[in-house]
C-alpha cells in the first residue's frame, strides 16, 4: 500500500495513463490543485518504487520527461477502478444534495 498510498500518487499514475509521456510542467497543467514541489516529492518516490521512468535529456535547459514503466501499467486497473468508483460516489453526492431532495426535507 505504500507504494501508491503518497497523497497524490494515484493522480500521477492516471495523468500517466491519459498521456503517456509527461514533463513537470504538464502535470502541473493536469493536477493544477497540487504544487510542483509536492509533485516532485511524489514522482521521485514513484521512481525509486519503480512505477515510474525518469528520463533525463543532457540538453541547455534540461529537458525530463516522466513515463509509467511495466510495473506502473499494472496499476491501470486499479487505477481506473478507482477512478470510476469516484465518480459514481459524487454522483451520488450530488443526487443527495440536488435541489429536489432538498424540497422532500421541508
Given amino acids: 500500500m505504500s507504494v501508491i498510498g503518497g497523497k497524490y500518487k494515484i493522480a500521477i499514475v492516471w ?3 491519459q498521456e503517456p509521456v509527461l514533463r513537470l510542467s504538464e ?3 493536469m493536477l493544477p490543485t497540487i504544487n ?3 509533485i ?3 514522482l521521485r518516490e514513484l521512481e525509486q518504487d519503480q512505477i515510474v521512468k525518469r528520463r533525463v535529456y543532457p540538453i ?3 529537458k525530463v520527461e516522466y513515463e509509467l514503466t511495466e510495473i506502473g501499467m499494472d496499476l491501470a486497473d486499479i487505477v481506473q477502478s478507482i477512478c470510476q ?3 459514481q460516489f459524487w454522483e ?3 443526487a443527495k444534495e440536488s435541489p429536489d ?3 422532500e426535507k421541508a
Fill in 15 to 17: 495523468a500517466l495513463l
Fill in 27 to 29: 502535470f502541473e497543467r
Fill in 36 to 38: 510542483q514541489r509536492m
Fill in 40 to 42: 516532485i516529492r511524489q
Fill in 60 to 62: 541547455v535547459p534540461p
Fill in 85 to 87: 468508483w469516484g465518480d
Fill in 92 to 94: 451520488e453526492v450530488a
Fill in 101 to 103: 431532495s432538498l424540497e
